[in-house]
C-alpha cells in the first residue's frame, strides 16, 4: 500500500550536479528511516545516505561533502543532491524507505556519469 517513485536521474557530465527525488504515497501511518542505495554493474548494493525522523543523517565515506540529503516531510519526499559528481557514481539509485515499520523499494532510477 506504500509506493516511493524516484526520479531525477539521467545523464551527467563529470563534475556536473544531479537532484533525486523520492515521493512516498499511500496511507503512511509513520516513516522512521529514509534513505538512498545504489548498486552499480558488478558491485554490491550500498548505502548511499539516510536521515532519520530526528534529522540523523548518515552518509557512504565515498560521498561525504559532496551528496547532501534531505526530507519535505509535508510532502512525504526525499531528496538526494548529488554535486562533484564524477564516474565512480554512475549506478541506479533506489530509494529506501522504513514506513509503517516495512521496508519499502523504489523501483530505482539510472544516473549515468559521463563525458
Known amino acids: 500500500q506504500v509506493q516511493l517513485v524516484e526520479s531525477g536521474g539521467g545523464l551527467v557530465q563529470p563534475g556536473g550536479s544531479l537532484r533525486l527525488s523520492c515521493a512516498a504515497s499511500?496511507?503512511?501511518?509513520?516513516?522512521?528511516?529514509m534513505g538512498w542505495y545504489r548498486q552499480a554493474p558488478g558491485k554490491q548494493r550500498e548505502l548511499v545516505a539516510s536521515?532519520?525522523?530526528?534529522?540523523?543523517?548518515d552518509y557512504a565515506d565515498s560521498v561525504k561533502g559532496r551528496f547532501t540529503i534531505s526530507r519535505d516531510n509535508a510532502r512525504n519526499t526525499v531528496y538526494l543532491q548529488m554535486n562533484s559528481l564524477n564516474p565512480e557514481d554512475t549506478a541506479v539509485y533506489y530509494c529506501?524507505?522504513?514506513?509503517?515499520?516495512?521496508?519499502?523499494w523504489g523501483r530505482g532510477t539510472q544516473v549515468t556519469v559521463s563525458s
Open positions: 499511500g496511507t503512511i501511518l509513520s516513516i522512521h528511516v
Open positions: 536521515i532519520t525522523t530526528s534529522g540523523y543523517t
Open positions: 529506501h524507505g522504513r514506513i509503517n515499520f516495512r521496508d519499502n
